[in-house]
């Protein structure tokens, strides 16, 4: 891409950057790599360079691209300059005038990510084709770097940025297919079932207050798959009956005036999805914006009806216990 060549990089090809971020993008999960640490430190230390030049948007894309990586465990300093990058670009260009009622940013739901790097090394040629929802010059606008700028620190740190179409924290879907896979009954290659169930036991031990009821809805889900003959270690059922014992106390003087709940979904890895999305400020505000005829959140997640799925989930696990350990087996068990 000569074009690209001659006005955007002096030492590399767009093209080339472009497939080196999205190879990034794709292989986000990686821990501590030090060839992805180094392109996000350059792509920061460019943009820092210039945030308010013709060419922020580059690296403001190449970062939100990244994005995804930084907000798990880079190395040091990767995400303190990554985020100053941004913090300098969305300041230097979100009040720049504009004549435009809307920006692509606005859409730019987490699958729009993965046309990134086509956009990207279309959008510095006039003459490179062009078949987007928004024109090229929408895209180059600065208000709309400046709120793509916004994206990528508000996936980095969630709830860091406004004015930014909520996502699902980074991983939170992967966590959603993985418990789903488990719970029809093909766990992914590798998975151990029981630490799986436990550590969603330790997320409702450990959730903040506003994630706890999403975490619970979780628990509530894999409760049908611990109590069934596919898990036959009464820790893995300690686990949860701690987690949900310790739970209940918060809802231990809850009253309500609704005439009645929601039911949840009554499928297990429907239930797992819905609990971890609302296990995120994110998550909530996607299912507020998103839940058409579906219950409101208030109702879903009243206090007295969280209180009964805990008993219902603690009963059942209970039980399922006493069995485990009248045919001697389990283990001791607490």
Same mark, same amino acid.
Do not use: F
């Given at each position: 891409m000569a074009y690209a060549h001659s006005v955007i990089t002096d030492d590399m090809p767009l093209d080339e950057l472009v497939r080196s971020w999205e190879e990034i993008r794709q292989e986000y999960h990686r821990l501590l790599d030090d060839?992805?640490?180094?392109?996000?430190?350059?792509?920061?230390?460019?943009?820092?360079?210039?945030?308010?030049?013709? &060419?922020?948007?580059?690296?403001?894309?190449?970062?939100?691209?990244?994005?995804?990586?930084? %907000?798990?465990? *880079?190395?040091?300093?990767?995400?303190?300059?990554?985020?100053?990058?941004? !913090?300098?670009?969305?300041?230097?260009?979100?009040?720049?005038? @504009?004549?435009?009622?809307?920006? *692509?940013?606005? !859409?730019?739901?987490?699958?729009? +990510?993965? +046309?990134?790097? =086509?956009?990207?090394?279309?959008?510095?040629?006039?003459?490179?084709?062009w078949d987007e929802n928004h024109p090229r010059e929408q895209w180059l606008c600065p208000r709309n770097v400046a709120g793509l700028a916004r994206i990528a620190l508000d996936i980095i740190e969630p709830g860091s940025a406004v004015d930014v179409p909520p996502r699902l924290p980074v991983g939170a879907q992967d966590d959603i297919d993985a418990l789903a896979a488990l719970l029809h009954g093909y766990p992914d290659p590798g998975i151990d079932i029981n630490e799986e169930i436990s550590l969603h036991a330790e997320e409702l031990r450990s959730a903040k207050p506003a994630d706890r009821p999403g975490r619970l809805l979780v628990v509530m889900a894999v409760t049908g798959y611990a109590v069934?003959?596919?898990?036959?270690?009464?820790?893995?059922?300690?686990?949860?009956?701690?987690?949900?014992? %310790? &739970?209940?106390?918060?809802?231990?003087?809850?009253? @309500?005036?609704?005439?009645?709940?929601?039911?949840? *979904?009554?499928?297990?890895?429907?239930?797992?999805?819905?609990?971890? =999305?609302?296990?995120?400020?994110?998550?909530?505000?996607?299912? !507020?914006?998103?839940?058409?005829?579906?219950?409101?959140?208030?109702?879903?997640?009243? *206090?007295? %009806?969280?209180?009964?799925?805990?008993?219902?989930?603690?009963?059942?696990?209970?039980? =399922?216990?006493?069995?485990?350990?009248?045919r001697g087996e389990g283990g001791s068990g607490r």
């Amino acid at each position: 891409m000569a074009y690209a060549h001659s006005v955007i990089t002096d030492d590399m090809p767009l093209d080339e950057l472009v497939r080196s971020w999205e190879e990034i993008r794709q292989e986000y999960h990686r821990l501590l790599d030090d060839t992805y640490d180094r392109r996000i430190l350059d792509c920061a230390a460019r943009l820092a360079d210039d945030p308010g030049g013709e &060419t922020a948007y580059v690296w403001t894309i190449g970062l939100l691209m990244m994005a995804p990586y930084a %907000a798990g465990a *880079p190395g040091d300093g990767v995400v303190p300059e990554a985020r100053a990058a941004l !913090e300098a670009a969305d300041g230097a260009l979100r009040d720049r005038p @504009c004549e435009h009622e809307t920006h *692509p940013y606005r !859409e730019q739901e987490p699958e729009c +990510d993965e +046309d990134l790097a =086509r956009q990207l090394c279309n959008l510095p040629d006039p003459n490179a084709a062009w078949d987007e929802n928004h024109p090229r010059e929408q895209w180059l606008c600065p208000r709309n770097v400046a709120g793509l700028a916004r994206i990528a620190l508000d996936i980095i740190e969630p709830g860091s940025a406004v004015d930014v179409p909520p996502r699902l924290p980074v991983g939170a879907q992967d966590d959603i297919d993985a418990l789903a896979a488990l719970l029809h009954g093909y766990p992914d290659p590798g998975i151990d079932i029981n630490e799986e169930i436990s550590l969603h036991a330790e997320e409702l031990r450990s959730a903040k207050p506003a994630d706890r009821p999403g975490r619970l809805l979780v628990v509530m889900a894999v409760t049908g798959y611990a109590v069934s003959d596919l898990v036959r270690d009464a820790s893995v059922l300690d686990a949860l009956i701690v987690a949900l014992e %310790a &739970t209940l106390p918060d809802y231990a003087a809850a009253t @309500c005036a609704h005439d009645g709940h929601p039911v949840p *979904p009554r499928s297990g890895p429907n239930a797992a999805a819905l609990g971890i =999305r609302l296990s995120s400020p994110a998550g909530r505000a996607l299912y !507020e914006r998103n839940r058409a005829q579906t219950a409101p959140l208030e109702h879903l997640l009243c *206090p007295v %009806a969280l209180a009964d799925i805990a008993e219902e989930s603690l009963s059942a696990l209970g039980a =399922r216990r006493k069995e485990l350990l009248a045919r001697g087996e389990g283990g001791s068990g607490r």
